[in-house]
């Protein structure tokens, strides 16, 4: 069975290079095995409008680490496993922006997938495939924009669709951290 590392970052501006929490879900066997979220310092400057989205606040990061400092943390859980995220692009596009910003090393491709897609294929009864609306239509609790609530919410939708027979492995991409893109 696969191993899945489900991550949701925040972030202190609309930059998307640098975050402010992460949180992360860790899926095998179609269960949850392990979580772990931090905030983060960002060494950057917040923007109001992501402060009010997200509760975190340039004083409540004061003593939180930085990303090098965080990354030896969570390396060995983000290590082996296929990435997974709502709108993953955005997620990668900041892990990766912080791993290329800080000159940590890491392998150059890393098969990811994303819930909003698999969302899609599941439910396409919905008017909409945002995190907030999956979590209604499937009575998953969500505490939005706060990472370890959305990592781990974006994790039962993954188990749900795995259980109704979704092959997942169709909706697996890869992502090459070197080609960093901007995010639509």
Known sequence: MDKYIVFDV?????KSNRMSSIGIAIIQ????????????????YFSSFNIQLTGITPEKVKSAPNF?????TIEPLMSDGVFVAHNAAFD???????????????????KYLCTVQLGRKCFPQLPDHKLNTLCDHLKIELDHHKADSDSLACGKILIHC???GTDVKNFTRTYDFEEIKTCR
Not at 10 to 14: K, L, Q
Not at 29 to 42: A, C, G, H, R
Not at 68 to 72: A, D, I, M, T
Not at 94 to 107: A, F, N, W
């Open 10 to 14: 925040e972030t202190p501006n609309s």
């Open 29 to 44: 066997d179609n269960k949850i095995i392990n979580t772990f979220t931090s905030l983060v310092n960002p060494e950057t």
């Open 68 to 72: 090098p400092e965080l990354w030896n």
């Open 92 to 110: 990668m596009k900041v892990l990766g922006s912080c791993l290329k910003d800080y000159g940590i090393p890491t392998e150059r491709f890393r």
């Open 162 to 164: 795995i259980k109704s």
